[in-house]
């Protein structure tokens, strides 16, 4: 098995929403050749309106290099002022 990783600044394109987001990624390739990918995103800046983007379930991930990839929110975690959602991405590894 594969394994690929992506740490560090993205936009999330969702609900009409543009948000700087700090994303967590890890793409995997299983030994039957199908790629995936998961990871985290967590909003730059907290005052972002990043809480009500996770009831949309899905978006885009936009990485600095222009790169996308679709994504469905599986998790939303609340902490420490900020809410980190669990993703799981679909189609092309964007990076």
């Known amino acids: 098995m594969g394994t690929s990783s992506y ?10 929403l543009e948000i700087r987001v700090h ?3 890890t793409a995997e390739t299983p030994r039957h050749g199908q790629t995936g990918w998961r990871g985290t995103l967590q909003a730059e800046e907290a ?3 990043f809480e009500s983007m996770h009831e949309s379930h899905s978006g885009r991930l936009r990485l600095y290099d222009g790169r996308e990839g679709a994504f469905t929110v599986t998790r939303a975690v609340q902490g420490f002022g900020r809410t ?4 799981t991405g679909s189609g092309s590894i964007p990076f």
Do not use: K, N, Q, S
Request: negative net charge; aromatic residues 0%; charged residues 25%.
């Open 23 to 25: 994303a967590e990624l």
């Open 47 to 49: 005052g972002e309106d």
């Open 7 to 16: 740490e560090g600044p993205a936009m999330v394109l969702a609900g009409g």
């Open 84 to 87: 980190t959602l669990r993703i």
